[in-house]
Nanobody, 128 residues
Framework: QVQLVESGGGLVQAGGSLRLSCAAS????????MGWFRQAPGKEREFVAA????????YYADSAKGRFTISRDNAKNTAYLQMNSLKPEDTAVYYC?????????????????????WGQGTQVTVSS
């Protein structure tokens, strides 16, 4: 498993932007699919975005499409989530996740149990 550390969370007004980073340990970062999930108080952890090993394929939850962008820099062992036009309902703890297993369908990118490694999370709070 890879060790993941998120950063970049904070308090922002509605309409603002934040960029989350997820730094991974080890030399095999490019072999991991990366995902971002979030969990609001009292709610289940939900999918936000995912990116393939090369970065050429990305997936987004409907709530993130058009506002969030996932990317990765394999040379820096880091994945990113650029979040624009933030809304109060985006308030949550954001987690990055990684997995080496081959994804045989796009649906698997969206599932919490398809990821083996998780970061500790970073709080994002959007005020109205």
């Amino acid at each position: 498993q890879v060790q993941l550390v998120e950063s970049g969370g904070g308090l922002v007004q509605a309409g603002g932007s934040l960029r989350l980073s997820c730094a991974a340990s080890g030399r095999t970062f490019s072999t991991y699919v990366m995902g971002w999930f979030r969990q609001a108080p009292g709610k289940e952890r939900e999918f936000v975005a995912a990116i393939s090993r090369s970065g050429g394929i990305t997936y987004y939850a409907d709530s993130a499409k058009g506002r969030f962008t996932i990317s990765r820099d394999n040379a820096k062992n880091t994945a990113y989530l650029q979040m624009n036009s933030l809304k109060p309902e985006d308030t949550a703890v954001y987690y990055c996740a990684a997995d080496q297993k081959v994804k045989r369908s796009s649906r698997q990118y969206y599932l919490v149990n398809e990821y083996d490694s998780w970061g500790q999370g970073t709080q994002v709070t959007v005020s109205s």
